[in-house]
């Protein structure tokens, strides 16, 4: 399939599938329908802001010559699991969520098994500003054909391998990283701060990695685990199973879901762009 597939569907319409649906323009499908667990009036009003049909999720995926799954990774599993009775034969259903390989080889499994063909799919940056053209790795037995419906699209796929499992390993190692280093600077500039020292551990980090500006990247980061943190401490999660499938335990990675979720849990409005503004926010509530 070369060509901008005449029936997409989501499973799953929140923030992601919202950005890559305002970016398509011209190169958006003929046809959007979608399923997302959340039956309110505010996501009818999403759905019809959006020109999206939704639908239970054997209607929405109807047909559907591709199906987008963009649930949290909490859910990817069991979103599999259910959309498969519903898929037409052939359908390529595209997992985009954060999940361990491990999970995915599971959900493959349901989605083949169902005759369907199951890609794995890792979305590697925020998709805003970028929305459809945030970079993204696939991987599996029907990789090349996914990329090329991307593509068509008008989306940036890079092809990681044949085998399910290779482009959320990449994702899942990374995020040992960019979210743990989140979780680290908030245990870090939270500390420091109730301690009232933080103007001498910022002075210190500073000169230590001059090339890091951390009040700025500090904020940064807090402002997305106070804005995100549910559902990064969920990816966190998979990332422990990751790592643990590995033989390397995964212990950073448990604590860093922690701290993803204590701060996310409290819903905190993170202001201004100002690193110590936000501290005593998160402070307040702690």
């Not at 499973?11 to 011209?26: K, L, R, Y």
Request: net charge negative; hydrophobic share 45%; proline share 5%.
């Amino acid at each position: 399939m070369t060509h901008i597939p005449g029936h997409l569907a989501f499973v799953g319409f929140g923030e992601a599938a919202t950005a890559f649906v305002n970016g398509w323009a011209a190169h958006r499908p003929g046809t959007l329908s979608a399923y997302d667990i959340r039956d309110d009036a505010e996501m009818q009003v999403r759905l019809a802001d959006h020109d999206v049909t939704g639908g239970p999720i054997d209607q929405a995926l109807a047909g559907a010559e591709v199906v987008l799954s963009l649930v949290t990774a909490d859910q990817a599993l069991d979103a599999a699991r259910t959309a498969a009775p519903a898929l037409a034969p052939g359908a390529l259903w595209l997992d985009c969520n954060s999940c361990a390989p491990g999970t995915k080889r599971q959900a493959a499994a349901a989605i083949e098994g169902a005759g369907a063909r199951y890609v794995d799919v890792a979305v590697m940056a925020p998709v805003h500003p970028r929305r459809h053209h945030v970079p993204l790795l696939v991987s599996g037995p029907h990789a090349e054909a996914a990329a090329e419906v991307l593509r068509a699209l008008d989306m940036r796929p890079e092809v990681s391998g044949d085998a399910v499992g290779q482009a959320s390993a990449v994702k899942m190692i990374r995020s040992v990283m960019i979210k743990g280093l989140e979780a680290l600077t908030a245990e870090c500039f939270l500390s420091a701060r109730r301690a009232g020292v933080e103007d001498r551990v910022l002075a210190s980090l500073e000169a230590s990695d001059p090339e890091m500006n951390w009040r700025e990247r500090g904020a940064y980061n807090l402002e997305r685990m106070m804005v995100h943190g549910p559902r990064r401490a969920a990816e966190m999660r998979e990332v422990t199973t990751t790592v643990a499938e590995l033989g390397l335990g995964g212990g950073i990675s448990a604590a860093a879901a922690d701290w993803q979720a204590r701060i996310g849990a409290l819903e905190a409005d993170p202001g201004e762009d100002d690193l110590l503004a936000r501290l005593d926010t998160v402070l307040r509530q702690l």
